[in-house]
């Protein structure tokens, strides 16, 4: 046998540079991940058990019965999706667009681009409509919309972290229903934070993430499905083109039968069973008052020290406020000062609102009064460090 060659990555002179894994402290108050809530760290750091183990099917029917709460569905195929966010807005997409099907996308922001991209990848027949990143849109246009393009699916955000805007969704589900067309609801930044009522609002499909509502870290996305997207998965006429999401064989493993798909990131499964019983403990209303309660007492803080918000009140989220920043201030300095000298995070404006607004967000586990004051005293002593012009006051 020859003698390997080994890459000389990690050889003796060099492996003292790496130390045991160490990552900073940090408040994560920006559009996300949020900070994992410490009984969800204890559940993630549990040795794991085969993904076939008794004990590991009885926690992924605890994970189902408690997702469905968080939901407000009955729906049976209701399951964490392996991967974050994306995972299951993809499959959300692959499994339910067959070539050349309408979808109509209500695009307000970032995230909604990337419903238009994914749908397209899958060849789907693509229209979309299209606000102002910091407006929704009214329940009379998206009627309109839906009668005259008669799509397969209507597609639409209902928490866009990029523009800071909360879609109302009461009625869309009977405009659906009644032009024979599936309700699809990203609800990333809501699910386990906002008013969400998955069956009541006749939402067909929706996905989640964990790193948000949940106070989970990412790596999940949960998924439900009612019986009306039943039927048309089992109506496909052609294979779901994405094997790791082909909701058919997920089913055969978060259905009745737990047959082998993919190996289950049992920790992360750990670690969501117990960011949902936090919430169920809790109570969901008690958990969406938390949340708007805690908005509102930041939107009030931030305009009495002179801060203008980007979203009128009407449709602004409780879990994502985009913050204008002032014209005569440094917004990348103080972001970076807050991370640097504080531990703490806001993000950035994203796409068409980069440079012109923060993102501040205040999910799950962080939803609380502490982390709002600390938030606000430090808008109040520091920000007047960034300001370009020594006199200005904002
Ligand atoms: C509204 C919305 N949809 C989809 C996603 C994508 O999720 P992920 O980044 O977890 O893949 C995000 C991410 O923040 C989001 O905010």
């Not at 978060?254 to 190996?263: K, N, Q, V």
């Not at 801060?307 to 201030?329: C, G, Q």
Request: net charge negative; with cysteine; hydrophobic share 40%.
């Amino acid at each position: 046998m020859t003698e390997a060659k080994l890459i000389p990555a990690l050889n003796k002179e060099n492996l003292s540079h790496f130390s045991k894994t160490y990552v900073p402290s940090r408040l994560l108050l920006g559009p996300g991940p949020s900070n994992a809530h410490p009984e969800v760290l204890d559940a993630l750091s549990l040795n794991p058990i085969g993904h076939l183990d008794e004990a590991y099917i009885s926690l992924m029917s605890d994970v189902q019965q408690l997702l469905r709460y968080t939901w407000q569905c009955n729906n049976r195929l209701t399951l964490p999706m392996s991967g974050t966010g994306s995972a299951a807005m993809e499959a959300s997409i692959a499994n339910f667009i067959e070539e050349g099907e309408k979808i109509l996308i209500a695009k307000k922001g970032y995230f909604g681009d990337r419903l238009v991209d994914m749908a397209t990848r899958y060849k789907a027949q693509v229209s979309f409509i299209e606000k102002p990143w910091g407006e929704a849109f009214t329940y009379e246009e998206i009627k309109y919309e839906i009668e005259t393009k008669k799509p397969a699916i209507f597609a639409i955000v209902h928490a866009e972290t990029s523009s800071g805007v909360l879609q109302p969704l009461d009625g869309i589900g009977d405009i659906c229903r009644k032009n024979n067309c599936l309700f699809l609801v990203d609800a990333v930044t809501s699910l386990g934070a906002l008013e969400l009522l998955i069956d009541e609002w006749k939402i067909d499909l929706a996905y989640s993430c964990s790193q948000k509502g949940l106070s989970c870290p990412p790596g999940l996305s949960p998924f439900t499905m009612n019986k009306r997207a039943e039927e048309k998965l089992s109506s496909r006429k052609t294979k779901v083109p994405n094997w790791y999401l082909d909701l058919s064989l997920l089913n055969k493993y978060w259905g009745s039968d737990r047959i082998y798909h993919h190996t289950a990131p049992v920790n992360m499964n750990f670690a969501i069973r117990e960011g949902l019983r936090l919430i169920a403990n809790e109570g969901l209303e008690n958990v969406w008052k938390r949340h708007n309660t805690n908005a509102k007492k930041l939107w009030k803080g931030l305009e009495s020290l002179g801060m203008e918000l980007h979203v009128s009140e009407d449709y602004r989220l409780p879990t994502l406020t985009t913050v204008k920043i002032p014209p005569a201030v440094d917004g990348d300095g103080f972001k970076n000062h807050l991370l640097r000298n504080f531990g703490i995070e806001i993000g950035n404006g994203l796409g068409e609102l980069s440079g012109k607004v923060w993102r501040v967000g205040l999910m799950g586990f962080n939803s609380c009064e502490e982390n709002v004051d600390r938030l606000l005293n430090l808008f109040d002593t520091e920000l007047k460090k960034f300001s370009i012009f020594e006199s200005s006051t904002f």
